[in-house]
């Protein structure tokens, strides 16, 4: 049985997560839970650190790929206004310098 502190999660297990988001995972349960050592040390086992990085494996495995990433969903409300399109001026067009000069 091997214990592994925070320092060695970034180095040896790549979790490079700060202590205060560590901690937020270990609270909503998506961490393992540390061991106090001291007063000001804590360590996590090495088998469950490893148990949980392929259980994250594992998941991400089952999960199927999709070919194309899924359509963005609209929030309900109002439908929106299709402006009519705009009339088309018959007069040619006057270069601003010459509109200027009349």
Same mark, same amino acid.
């Given at each position: 049985m091997r214990l592994i502190t925070f320092a060695q999660l970034g180095p040896e297990k790549g979790i490079s997560h700060c202590r205060d988001h560590v901690r937020r995972l270990v609270k909503v349960g998506k961490f393992p839970a540390p061991i106090q050592l001291s007063d000001h040390k804590i360590a996590w086992l090495e088998a469950e650190i490893d148990a949980m +990085? @392929?259980?994250? !494996?594992?998941?991400? %495995?089952?999960? $199927?790929? %999709? &070919?194309? $990433?899924?359509? $963005?969903?609209?929030?309900?409300?109002?439908?929106?206004? +299709? &402006?009519?399109?705009?009339? =088309?001026? &018959?007069? $040619? *067009? =006057?270069?601003? @310098?010459? !509109? *200027?000069v009349e």
């Open positions: +990085i @392929a259980a994250r !494996a594992e998941e991400r %495995n089952k999960k $199927p790929i %999709n &070919s194309r $990433p899924p359509e $963005p969903k609209r929030l309900p409300g109002r439908p929106r206004k +299709i &402006s009519p399109p705009a009339e =088309v001026d &018959s007069r $040619p *067009a =006057v270069p601003l @310098a010459a !509109a *200027a």
